[in-house]
């Protein structure tokens, strides 16, 4: 019996993997920025981790590389954005304090324009009220029917008239 090593076959179609990822994956990109950079799928990237070693340790180097510490540029927007949000909760609290100012003037100029309301409000079960209304609604619907007046082929108690059977004369 004899052995046959069966070596693979060359040819097919290249592989997409691409040096520039492992580059992207030591600056600590996620898989979904890399796809985005080199304009491919996750899913061809998640594929890139399993199969190719290089690029799964510079994966790897670059999560450590971020979790430890932030670099320039990411400190420099993050100041940048917590310089705006200052700016915008000053900007929120005078804009509170201007509304708040108006709505008070509103409330003394409707306050000395509109007369006071006569009386006071009417009860719930007042005629016309929205809860009346309703209630007469309910009161109909659960009211004892009406007997209705016997039909054509009803006797006057309800019943059923008798036909007339025409082979009775034979």
Do not use: C
Not at 66 to 94: F, M, P, S
């Amino acid at each position: 019996m004899s052995i046959h090593i069966v070596e693979p076959l060359k040819g097919g179609r290249p592989a997409t993997y691409r040096p520039a990822a492992a580059a992207l994956a030591e600056q600590g990109a996620t898989l979904a920025e890399i796809a985005d950079a080199l304009k491919t799928t996750v899913r061809t990237v998640s594929r890139w981790r399993l199969n190719y070693p290089e690029f799964r340790e510079a994966l790897d180097h670059g999560r450590h590389k971020k979790a430890n510490g932030q670099t320039d540029a990411q400190l420099a927007r993050a100041a940048i954005a917590q310089r705006e949000r200052d700016r915008l909760a000053a900007a929120k609290a005078a804009g509170e304090a201007a509304f708040r100012e108006a709505a008070l003037e509103l409330k003394q100029l409707l306050a000395s324009a509109a007369p006071p309301l006569s009386g006071t409000p009417a009860p719930p079960d007042a005629p016309g009220s929205p809860a009346s209304r309703l209630s007469e609604r309910r009161a109909v619907r659960q009211a004892p029917a009406e007997p209705e007046e016997p039909q054509g082929w009803q006797g006057g108690d309800g019943e059923p008239v008798p036909l007339d059977d025409p082979r009775s004369e034979w």
